[in-house]
Nanobody, 126 residues
Framework: AQLVESGGGLVQPGGSLRLSCVASGFTFDDFDIGWFRQAPGKEREGVTY????????YYIDGVKGRFTISSDNGKNTAYLQMNNLKPEDTAVYYC????????????????????WGPGTQVTISS
């Protein structure tokens, strides 16, 4: 199984980015996808989650209304649309996958995911 993120970059505060996560080697519909981020000196934190089978989503409070997670099962791809970006959003962003077992428990916890991409850098700066 493999995940590869893309779409990171440098943008000014208030700008937008769309990250993509392309999955291969497993049945996309059967896996939950989480987006995580890790800023320098901080722990990796869960940002948002989607269950491709039922489209259920969750977000942490700090990104609600600004970030949107989605998935295209036909393309084995998950997306993270990020709007109104802030300097505190600066981090390496990772997508992760775990088998969908019927619930969304601990969706924010990195240890609950089996597969990870290498990450993509997002920098918000003027």
């Amino acid at each position: 199984a493999q995940l590869v993120e893309s779409g990171g970059g440098l943008v000014q505060p208030g700008g937008s980015l769309r990250l993509s996560c392309v999955a291969s080697g497993f049945t996309f519909d059967d896996f939950d996808i989480g987006w995580f981020r890790q800023a320098p000196g901080k722990e990796r934190e869960g940002v948002t989650y989607i269950s491709p089978s039922d489209r259920r989503t969750y977000y942490i409070d700090g990104v609600k209304g600004r970030f949107t997670i989605s998935s295209d099962n036909g393309k084995n791809t998950a997306y993270l649309q990020m709007n109104n970006l802030k300097p505190e959003d600066t981090a390496v962003y990772y997508c992760a996958a775990r088998p969908h077992l019927g619930g969304s428990n601990w969706w924010w916890h990195p240890a609950r995911y089996d597969y990870w991409g290498p990450g993509t850098q997002v920098t918000i700066s003027s």
